[in-house]
């Protein structure tokens, strides 16, 4: 079967069990042993079937993933069936034997969140002291080992501030990428969304700031569940007298900004699939339908394939093709996976009076 959309990322919540205590969790984690979770058997044959049909790169998260004693044996199974594996984690399970076996599992890169440049914004946003300085450690340990390692920031008004900060701190430790994710109220987002979201200007601001960073810094810098970026991107380029291409603007140039169901979908750690892992709508669990199936067949993800379906600024904006508004936000907001991104600032055209 011939399809024009194809899955790049799969995110899979291996595990809800974590160790921190974030007031962001969109998984709402906590320590507690979860029932239900997939086995290693049942997680084999849906890595044989993701393979079989696709070649995506596969993300295994939680919770905190490395909390399930069997991660190894996830890893080394997916890569060595030629998967492209990626682990995300808080770091602070991190020693060094364990970023032995990460690289030894051929878990590719690393990604660590780091909420702040210290550990007093890091510790809070987190909720455990200590978390930055073990996560630090983890980091030093991939590095040691070897490991190729990306650091995740979630912005919210409590570090919008030392994002220049983080970045030096990511140049600094040598990381690849730094990736700055913009808050979705889910799970524990939805409470702290009052107090912690930034303005829909505030929200321009930064990613016009990231713009910036990103033509005078060698990390690779991607912004995350934040598709006004690619709407930026062409507007400075406009600007500039240029062109938007892979040379000068890396993977920016040749993606739209929310992937959900048409690029990219999430595996919770019970087999449900969702778009993402901030739209909680379930279209199917791996447990009961094959994954390519529930891929090649959601109704949901044939909506969110068709920008046509966009309504209100985002289906009349005249760069709905690149961004197409954070569906997760929009739902949130609205019930409606296709409404309008509520957090954008942006008029389109043909909506000006």
């Given at each position: 079967m011939k399809m024009d959309h194809v899955p790049r990322l799969v995110f899979w919540e291996l595990t809800k069990k974590c160790n921190l205590n974030c007031i962001h969790c969109r998984a709402e984690a906590d320590s507690a042993n979860f029932t239900g979770e997939l086995e290693l058997p049942e997680i084999r044959l849906v890595i044989d079937d993701i393979k079989q049909h696709y070649n995506p790169i596969l993300v295994l998260t939680g919770g905190e993933p490395l909390y399930r004693p069997d991660i190894f044996e996830i890893a080394t199974y997916a890569s060595g069936r030629g998967m492209r594996v990626a682990l995300a984690t808080n770091g602070t399970l991190i020693a060094r034997e364990v970023a032995a076996s990460i690289r030894d599992s051929g878990i590719l890169r690393v990604s660590v969140s780091l909420d702040g440049s210290g550990a007093e914004s890091h510790d809070g946003f987190r909720g455990i002291r200590g978390a930055f300085e073990k996560a630090m450690n983890g980091i030093r340990f991939l590095r040691e080992a070897g490991v190729e390692f990306q650091i995740n920031t979630t912005v919210t008004r409590r570090n919008v501030d030392s994002l220049e900060d983080i970045i030096r701190l990511a140049e600094r430790e040598g990381a690849k990428a730094l990736h700055i994710f913009m808050l979705v109220p889910v799970g524990c987002g939805i409470e702290i969304a009052a107090s912690e979201m930034l303005s829909r200007e505030k929200y321009e601001d930064v990613l016009n700031w990231f713009y910036d960073r990103s033509r005078d810094t060698a990390l690779e810098l991607r912004a995350t569940c934040a598709p006004h970026y690619y709407r930026i991107l062409r507007q400075r380029a406009r600007e500039e007298g240029r062109t938007v291409t892979p040379e000068s603007d890396g993977m920016a140039a040749?993606?739209?900004?929310?992937?959900?169901?048409?690029?990219?979908?999430?595996?919770?750690?019970?087999?449900?699939?969702q778009p993402c892992g901030y739209l909680p709508i379930k279209v199917g669990n791996v447990r009961e339908t094959p994954f390519h199936k529930i891929w090649e067949e959601s109704e949901v993800f044939r909506n969110l394939r068709d920008t046509a379906?966009?309504?209100?600024?985002?289906?009349?904006?005249?760069?709905?093709?690149?961004?197409?508004g954070c569906r997760a936000r929009?739902?949130?907001?609205n019930g409606n996976y296709c409404a309008e991104e509520p957090y954008c600032v942006y008029v389109p055209a043909r909506m000006k009076g």
């Open positions: 040749m993606t739209r900004g929310c992937l959900a169901g048409s690029g990219v979908c999430f595996i919770s750690h019970r087999g449900d699939v379906n966009l309504t209100g600024k985002c289906g009349a904006c005249e760069y709905r093709a690149w961004c197409g929009a739902y949130y907001e």
